[in-house]
T-cell receptor
């Protein structure tokens, strides 16, 4: 059974803080993704990675960066949190090739004050 | 780039009735169309997918149809049950991309 975990379910941060969101998967998946979910906007891709140390921008990368030092771990970094980054953040992983099922983590609800 | 539109945004049906959710996509190169279900407070999970070499796929009470010419695909749920209540997301992608482009979601409520 695929397991994708995220470091926090709820997080409250102040404007300007550096925020780390961590995602770990235990199924040896090559592909990992970070999405944000906002009402009425669906899931929007922030960044993805198809291999260790490889990363690609998604549709809304501004204000975010990522790190993938190990295959099982994919981190999302908010360099200087802003109130418009208040959202639900979802991590996902999948096997190659590209069009395979994505398995999601439980999500982190981030509130930036 | 690809754009996926999903309708309706909310749908309320009586238990036992059918529910249909429709999505349109813009890029004719898209050839993979999954549907994800997200129950309240839970993570999205794949429920069914279809590739562009088939027009319809069924799995018990759910089915997905694809019209490549019109660039739209639909999710059909028959004999709805209260546990079908959730947000449903359609998505599209193409061979050349890792990206799934999601629709905005449909909140389905099945009234007992």
């Amino acid at each position: 059974d695929v397991k994708v975990t995220q470091s926090s379910r709820y997080l409250v941060k102040r404007t300007g803080e550096k925020v780390f969101l961590e995602c770990v998967q235990d199924m040896d998946h090559e592909n990992m993704f970070w999405y944000r979910q906002d009402p009425g906007l669906g899931l929007r891709l922030i960044y993805f990675s198809y291999d260790v140390k490889m990363k690609e921008k998604g549709d809304i990368p501004e204000g975010y960066s990522v790190s993938r030092e190990k295959k099982e771990r994919f981190s999302l970094i908010l360099e200087s949190a802003s109130t418009n980054q208040t959202s639900m953040y979802l991590c996902a992983s999948s096997l190659p090739p590209r069009q395979e099922t994505q398995y999601f983590g439980p999500g982190t609800r981030l509130l930036v004050l | 780039g690809e754009n996926v539109e999903q309708h309706p945004s909310t749908l309320s049906v009586q238990e036992g009735d059918s529910a249909v959710i429709k999505c349109t996509y813009s890029d004719s190169a898209s050839n993979y169309f999954p549907w994800y279900k997200q129950e309240l407070g839970k993570r999205p999970q794949l429920i069914i997918d279809i590739r562009s070499n088939v027009g319809e796929k069924k799995d018990q009470r759910i089915a997905v149809t694809l019209n490549k010419t019109a660039k739209h695909f639909s999710l059909h749920i028959t004999e709805t049950q209260p546990e079908d209540s959730a947000v449903y997301f359609c998505a599209a992608s193409m061979d050349s991309s890792y990206k799934l482009i999601f629709g905005s979601g449909t909140r389905l409520l099945v009234r007992p």
